[in-house]
């Protein structure tokens, strides 16, 4: 992914909710398939980007009009209902000699074969009242596919020291392992996780904050985190995969080196191995689920 339109990108409007409220993206769908970098059976390839959010004065339908950008390239316009809001929010954050930007993400865009061919539409990360950002927001992404990671407690923390659900924690690397602090208190360590290492130094030399959310589990501490195979270029893992739902579990695509057949549920067993929502194999014929389970390819 190009630079200024990395996900890593500090934004300079805050993160929030995801808010689908970019209209017109088939009449830039060349623009939009060139941002994908292809598709798979799940959807785009890259899913998390920069968008830069204009205003147009001039534009002949809606003195309001905001456009949505993917660098140079536009990709829909803010819905009518919504411009005037959000083109106020950009001429304040334009006269501070700053682009207007957000998180935003590619929906849709799935390719299982035939006709059966998803278009692609966009969402913003802006929650439903925008602003400028503060900062007080977890930077690292949720979605897509986020995983709750443990986090190894400090010993001797006493219970004014442990943070409430949900506040906002800073992973700093430490040798192999990522360290976890809120305020100034040190809440313990994360690892065996290289890859969370790599995307933290990744954030650190891009200049975006290594924030996160704080969770109480039912009996450990957890961050939750994308998929960071996902987060390292933003695209989804490559290759032609059919998504499936089972009532047991999210399943990432076949590990390298397994066979093609083998499932979370295995060629023939209904016991899964894995915990989530949504099944994937690379083919539908391949996969056995437990009776009952909801496919949806």
């Not at 057949?261 to 056995?288: E, F, L, M, Y």
């Amino acid at each position: 992914m190009i630079p200024d339109i990395a996900w890593t990108r500090l934004p300079t409007i805050n993160l929030g909710t995801w808010q689908a409220i970019v209209h017109g993206e088939n009449n830039y769908r060349e623009n939009l398939e060139h941002l994908a970098g292809g598709r798979n059976g799940l959807g785009t390839r890259r899913r998390l980007f920069t968008a830069t959010l204009v205003r147009e004065p001039d534009n002949p339908y809606d003195s309001n009009a905001v456009q949505v950008r993917a660098g140079e390239h536009t990709i829909g316009y803010i819905a009518r209902q919504e411009a005037a809001r959000y083109g106020r929010l950009v001429t304040r954050i334009e006269a501070g000699g700053m682009a207007a930007t957000c998180r935003a993400q590619l929906t849709g865009g799935w390719d299982r074969g035939g006709d059966d061919r998803g278009n692609i539409g966009v969402e913003l990360c802006t929650g439903s009242s925008p602003t400028v950002w503060n900062g007080k927001i977890p930077f690292l992404a949720r979605l897509p596919f986020h995983d709750d990671v443990p986090l190894l407690p400090q010993a001797g923390l006493s219970d004014e020291q442990i943070p409430a659900h949900k506040a906002l924690v800073t992973l700093a690397p430490v040798g192999d392992a990522l360290a976890v602090r809120h305020g100034d208190t040190w809440l313990g360590h994360i690892v065996k996780r290289p890859d969370l290492v790599r995307l933290i130094h990744r954030l650190t030399a891009a200049g975006a904050p290594a924030t996160a959310e704080f969770r109480h589990g039912i009996d450990k501490w957890v961050i939750p985190i994308a998929d960071c195979d996902t987060l390292a270029e933003a695209v989804l893992r490559p290759g032609r995969w059919i998504a499936q739902r089972c009532p047991q579990g999210q399943h990432p695509p076949p590990a390298a080196g397994r066979a093609p057949g083998v499932g979370c549920c295995g060629p023939t067993s209904g016991s899964h191995q894995n915990t989530g929502t949504t099944a994937i194999s690379t083919t539908a014929s391949h996969h056995t689920c437990a009776p009952n389970a909801d496919h949806t390819h």
